[in-house]
């Protein structure tokens, strides 16, 4: 079974060659993150080949979700290194800048076992922790070979995938038993996970990270002047923030901004797309759409921007922009690309605007509307028509805001129930124990 797994691994990749290579040599994605794809990780990682604990986030969402976890494992097994590794360049870059408790940050290896092997020998890991649902096969196999714990953190099945992985239950269910722990989102995905195959007594509900991870509004405040330099924007400017947004969503959101200009002229569209490849794609769409646009880049410092549309092409600042919304619009939900996270436009209290397509946030986005505290609407013309009405109902936008911050501050705690979930796969250290002085005569 795994050597077919391994077969349609090797075969996926080798139709999948000329995308990667249009990527690289377009955007320059995968050239520098190869060598350790296929498990040459630099010695310097791990000299001694220190024990450790490794952290698996696939991409910037997971890479920011993880910050509290990887700050409570540092302190609870201060012996241990701690190692995290992501599959997209985004993430990398996210990892290394924001995760300060890591001792390496490196690519996680395609999952071929002569791969693994060679980055077990190096990261040499007590227990192996993949947060959300990267769940590869022959790095589980050869963790239970070895005698390495293995943890699924965040978890979370949707309900688009859910079908699938019901198809190859067989398959999953033989997977699933070389976890020892899985740390789920919600009682949904609970259900979900032990229906592939789980053993229901290593299934908890911790809840979201994502809630932890939300930065406070005090917190950020520390990066607030920094953003605001390059943002300085009159007090009664209003301010319409999409971020994470992916193809096809952005030409919905400025035909949706264009009827916003017509009763507010001086209105500032921030315009984020989801893929650092499509900045040049969404600059091009605005400006044909009309707008004097101009890149986050470009921007100068301590000035406001005199333009309709700036374009983010920054990585990373997304989540402290959301602070300067007047109204948020969520992307990855108006196309069936499941949504992104709307916990960083709520913890500042912002009004969420987002589409129908919430599969990757189903519990939380459920949990919001159930408490007024977003607004889902059902497609294109909804979200021009949301977006006017909000923009001209303070009472309203101040309702769905606050219930919004109300609702991020009520679910924190999932980093500590994860921490002590973790505790059955890997007991934390004993305190030492200091024996008193004996006089000896």
């Not at 959101?253 to 017509?262: H, I, Y």
């Not at 333009?307 to 619009?329: H, R």
């Amino acid at each position: 079974m795994y050597f077919i797994y391994s077969l349609v691994l090797a075969l996926t990749l080798l139709v999948g060659s000329p995308y990667f290579l249009y990527q690289a040599l377009r955007h320059r994605k995968y050239v520098g993150s190869l060598r350790q794809r296929f498990g040459l990780l630099p010695l310097s990682l791990n000299v001694d080949a220190e024990p450790s604990i490794w952290l698996h986030a696939v991409s910037v969402g997971e890479a920011l979700a993880v910050r509290p976890l990887a700050a409570a494992l540092k302190a609870q097994y201060p012996a241990l290194r701690l190692v995290v590794s992501t599959t997209t360049v985004a993430g990398q870059q996210v990892a290394r800048r924001t995760i300060q408790d890591a001792d390496a940050v490196f690519y996680y290896p395609f999952d071929f076992a002569w791969i693994v092997r060679r980055v077990l020998d190096v990261v040499n890991p007590r227990v192996f922790v993949t947060v959300e649902n990267e769940i590869w096969p022959r790095m589980l196999r050869e963790c239970a070979r070895r005698g390495v714990r293995t943890a699924v953190v965040n978890g979370r099945i949707s309900a688009r995938s859910f079908p699938r992985y019901r198809l190859a239950r067989p398959f999953f269910a033989r997977v699933l038993a070389d976890v020892g722990l899985f740390c789920m989102q919600g009682e949904e995905s609970a259900r979900r996970i032990v229906a592939m195959g789980a053993d229901a007594s290593r299934v908890v509900v911790t809840g979201s990270l994502k809630f932890d991870a939300a930065a406070l509004p005090a917190a950020a405040a520390r990066g607030r002047d920094r953003v605001l330099r390059f943002f300085r924007l009159g007090p009664d400017r209003p301010v319409v923030v999409a971020g994470s947004t992916m193809r096809g969503e952005e030409i919905v959101v400025l035909r949706a901004f264009r009827r916003l200009k017509g009763s507010s002229p001086n209105a500032l569209l921030v315009l984020a797309p989801r893929h650092a490849e499509r900045f040049a794609e969404a600059t091009h769409l605005a400006r044909g759409e009309g707008f004097a646009t101009i890149r986050r880049s470009e921007l100068p410092i301590d000035a406001e921007p005199r333009v309709d549309v700036v374009v983010l092409d920054t990585i990373g600042e997304l989540a402290q922009i959301y602070q300067l919304a007047t109204v948020a619009f969520v992307g990855g939900s108006l196309v069936p690309t499941g949504g992104h996270n709307i916990l960083e436009p709520a913890v500042f209290g912002r009004p969420i605007v987002f589409g129908p397509y919430m599969s990757n946030f189903a519990e939380i986005a459920r949990e919001f509307l159930e408490h007024h505290a977003a607004v889902q609407v059902p497609g294109d013309a909804a979200l021009e028509e949301t977006l006017v009405d909000l923009l001209h109902d303070r009472v309203r936008r101040a309702s769905l805001g606050a219930a919004a911050r109300a609702l991020v501050e009520a679910n924190r705690g999932s980093r500590d129930r994860t921490i002590e979930a973790l505790a059955r796969v890997l007991p934390p250290p004993r305190p030492a124990t200091v024996h008193p002085f004996r006089v000896v005569h």
